[in-house]
């Protein structure tokens, strides 16, 4: 039986408890009352004779108790109706009730079982590059010693990637347990910020032959200074990853209006699908275009990562992109940060 309609059947079973349980003490209540009310009145006077005696005739007695029998079974109709009434109510008021509380239950259990499925998959295709290696090897007798190096080497990359992986998840969860994780605030210089990031993907941009240019203003930032150096290299990194060489990059600011300041990080590499500009945020999206053109190493963390320490600065991020001119993406901070 499905979920929901268990939950409805549970709802609907606590309503009816209640209400034929107030219907079972409001007839009780309303019975008694009825039967003092009638049989504690005198019927009939005999006024006949100096005196007057009190006594009910029997007609009159079967008469008032044929009334009160009358009333009982109305009073018994009506709750009955009454009964049935809320039945209904409940009935429908319980559907979407439950509906609604096991909505976001459902939703973040498919969630959750995407998320392991998609870690998985990511899991395997390293892990069975590497077996299928060491199986070819181990089969060829004549495995000379520099092949023997080059297939560690192999290995090594895979698992360079796993440890990648493993470590972004890590950060991913850390970051989403707000209960365990706190951010550390305070004020920061931001275009400070932005040279920590620069120097981090400086090694990566001089193989490629990109030049970075910060032209961050000299701007104090309420925030964690690890956790924004981290969302700028995400972002240098991608910029690097996915620009054709010698394309060069920009990290820059503005003020957007009186409270909120924006920081752009500008490239001018493939750039990005209308279609995916809308998942790239997602847990393990990645765009065809960069799956395809140079096989560009990644997982599709790494903005995922980027959005959640976004919101820990009560900041949004979002991106324009432009298919083979490049791509800007945009945190705008709101320059009293509460947090
Ligand atoms: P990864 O880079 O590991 O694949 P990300 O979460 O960092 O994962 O990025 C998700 C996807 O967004 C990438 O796979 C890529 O398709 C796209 N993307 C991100 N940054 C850029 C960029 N600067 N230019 C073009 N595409 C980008």
């Not at 009352?33 to 005196?51: A, C, H, N």
């Not at 981090?200 to 961050?216: F, L, P, Q, S, Y």
């Not at 620009?243 to 209006?257: L, M, Q």
């Amino acid at each position: 039986m499905k979920s929901y309609i268990k939950l409805t059947l549970w709802y609907m079973l606590i309503v009816m408890a209640i209400s034929l349980f107030f219907s079972c003490v409001t007839y009780q209540i309303a019975f008694s009352e009825l039967d003092r009310g009638f049989r504690q009145q005198p019927v009939v006077f005999r006024t006949t004779g100096p005196m007057a005696i009190n006594f009910p005739t029997d007609d009159l007695i079967k008469a008032r108790d044929d009334r009160i029998d009358e009333i009982s079974h109305d009073l018994q109709l009506y709750l009955f109706y009454l009964n049935l009434i809320i039945l209904i109510l409940a009935g429908i008021a319980s559907y979407f009730l439950a509906k609604r509380t096991l909505q976001p239950i459902e939703e973040m259990a498919e969630l959750q079982s995407r998320f392991t499925a998609d870690a998985s998959h990511e899991l395997r295709t390293p892990l069975t590059a590497i077996k299928t290696e060491i199986e070819v090897a181990l089969r060829d007798k004549k495995l000379t010693l520099s092949e023997a190096r080059e297939l560690l080497g192999s290995n090594l990359e895979e698992i360079d990637k796993l440890k990648n992986l493993s470590d972004s998840l890590l950060r991913l969860a850390r970051y989403q347990d707000k209960k365990s994780f706190a951010i550390k605030p305070d004020f920061y210089n931001l275009r400070e910020i932005a040279d920590l990031a620069v120097k981090n993907v400086k090694k990566a941009a001089k193989i490629r032959e990109i030049m970075i240019e910060n032209d961050v203003e000299n701007k104090n930032i309420y925030g964690d200074e690890n956790l924004l150096t981290e969302l700028f290299t995400i972002l240098l990194d991608n910029a690097i990853k996915y620009s054709g060489d010698g394309k060069n990059i920009t990290v820059s600011s503005r003020e957007h209006s009186l409270h909120i300041f924006e920081v752009l990080v500008a490239d001018q590499g493939i750039g990005i699908s209308p279609e995916d500009l809308t998942n790239i945020f997602n847990r393990f999206y990645r765009a065809d275009l960069s799956r395809s053109s140079r096989n560009i190493a990644g997982h599709g963390l790494g903005l995922a990562i980027a959005k959640q320490i976004v919101e820990m600065h009560n900041a949004t991020i979002s991106a324009t992109s432009e298919i083979g001119k490049g791509t800007t993406f945009c945190i705008r901070f709101k320059q009293a940060i509460k947090i």
